[in-house]
């Protein structure tokens, strides 16, 4: 079609499920600067959290299938949600066509400078004579932050309150200044506050030293065998976007992910750029989410606890038999992360 390669014809957004301050928004905006150039168009990003990624990624599925909303979508957020929130307000499968993979990344267990844990070991230590009080935060309930404490807590027999904020930015608000004990942080952000001094960094949470941390341990090497999380992002389109469009964007994409300029400046926030077919996206995206399962009903009225293991994902939910700790609470006013939901617009899609 004629209209289709013409596209794009003006300014196209790029919206991000969480606020400023966390791993995807620098990420968004090295890819829309160098699509701008590519297409001679301005690629805006928005930042839209809360809801675990939830609100953003919503409002792209609900939006005009004309390839100019496109979402920079985590993977945690798109399969783990449908099975921990009782209603997302969009399918991430029926409502988003997969455009490529972007990047894969790991986390990083980070502390306040104030902590007494200079390790792994130590920290389990200090959580197991301070049972009931330790809290550690996370960007939203289902992100890779939260699975990685959850698994921490699971193994090590810890005793941990999680403390969901609307993204990683607002987390780091609380936890520098230790109103929270313990983030297992994207590194592409946490990097840069442990750089910088103002927090200690203890361990990467992938299988294998990070080459962009390689002076750092795995959790699983400090001591807790079997560790392994890790996460990545990928590029979205309206369902129902047409074909000529989605191939358009994901060419173009690619192309702009294997500029020198753009690889060197995601190496530097610890992303390592890895693409795909929008099929090959779409069977990643129907298999992580099936292998979360589907969550019992009571999952709806408790809060769950996210489980993995080195040798797949799954989802276990028990009921919290402690009352939530009040002893580190946030600061007044802190963005936390809040129930509400998308809720889905009833409008006619065309195209």
Known sequence: MAWAQAYPSRYVRLVVQFPPGGASDPLARVLANRLSEVWGQQVVVENKGGAGGN?????????????????????????I?????????????????????????????????????????????YAKQNRGKITFASPGTGTSPHVSGELFKRITSIDMTHVPYRGGGPAYNDLIPGRVDVMFATMPSA???????????????????????????????????????????????????????????????????????????????AMTVMTSTPSELAALLKSETAKWGPAPARARSEMPLILLSSMGCRMCLRKDRRSKAKAHAPARGAAHETTEQPKRKKTRRTG
Do not use: W
Not at 204 to 222: D, L
């Open 81 to 125: 949600n449908p099975h921990v929130y009782p209603s997302l307000g969009y399918d991430p499968i029926a409502d988003l066509a997969p455009v490529t993979r972007v990047c894969t990344f790991t986390n990083l267990m980070v502390v306040p400078n104030s902590s007494p844990a200079m390790s792994v070991m130590e920290f389990v230590n």
């Open 191 to 269: 990097l840069a506050q442990v750089h910088s001094g103002v927090l200690r960094g203890l361990a990467a949470t992938s299988a294998v030293r990070s080459p962009f941390a390689p002076n750092i341990p795995t959790v699983a090497e400090s001591g807790v065998a079997g560790f392994d999380v890790s996460d990545g992002f990928g590029l979205y389109v309206p369902a129902k976007t047409p074909a000529e469009i989605v191939r358009k964007v994901r060419d173009d994409t690619v192309s702009a992910l294997a500029h020198p300029t753009v690889k060197q400046r995601l190496e530097e926030i």
């Open 55 to 79: 609100i953003g990624a919503a409002a792209v599925a609900q939006s005009t299938p004309d390839g100019y909303t496109l979402l920079i979508g985590l993977d945690t957020s798109l399969t």
